[in-house]
């Protein structure tokens, strides 16, 4: 990994798959932070695919960075970027409008911040 962006977008994505871990392996917790709290095992189904598919992404991301696979990452990190809209909509259909969302709008801000550092990586070639 030879640009300061490429370290950034693998330490992002060491974030996302522990998250995802989390999420997998501790559904009920995950569900709070995400702004959806459950109480039981069995309400948690959607947390563990959410945990499933942000672990898999993660670890997808940092092999790509590993490698110095700009262009991969940058698509990869960029077509991210609609999933923490999704996962907000997702907040609204079921809570409204409220402070939960914030998490998610952060993370849109990091995801977007990150596909444009790598995007401007991948066109000066470093």
């Given amino acids: 990994m030879r640009s300061r962006a490429i370290w950034v977008a693998g330490l992002v994505s060491?974030?996302?798959a522990l998250l995802g871990l989390r999420a997998f392996f501790d559904p009920i917790a995950a569900s709070a932070s995400f702004g959806l709290p459950?109480?039981?095992?069995?309400e948690t189904s959607f947390v563990r695919v959410y945990g499933a598919r942000n672990a898999l992404l993660g670890?997808?991301?940092v092999v790509l960075a590993a490698?110095?696979?700009?262009r991969p990452l940058v698509l990869l990190f960029t077509l991210a970027t609609v999933l923490p809209?999704?996962?907000a909509a997702v907040i609204?259909?079921?809570i409204?409008?409220?402070?939960?969302?914030?998490?998610?709008?952060v993370i849109l801000l990091v995801l977007a911040a990150v596909s444009v550092a790598l995007r401007r990586t991948?066109?000066?070639g470093l």
């Fill in 59 to 61: 670890v997808l991301a």
């Fill in 14 to 16: 060491i974030v996302i």
């Fill in 85 to 87: 809209l999704l996962d």
């Fill in 67 to 70: 490698r110095g696979m700009i």
């Fill in 122 to 124: 991948s066109e000066t």
């Fill in 38 to 42: 459950m109480h039981t095992d069995a």
């Fill in 92 to 94: 609204v259909s079921h």
């Fill in 96 to 105: 409204g409008f409220g402070h939960e969302l914030v998490r998610h709008g």
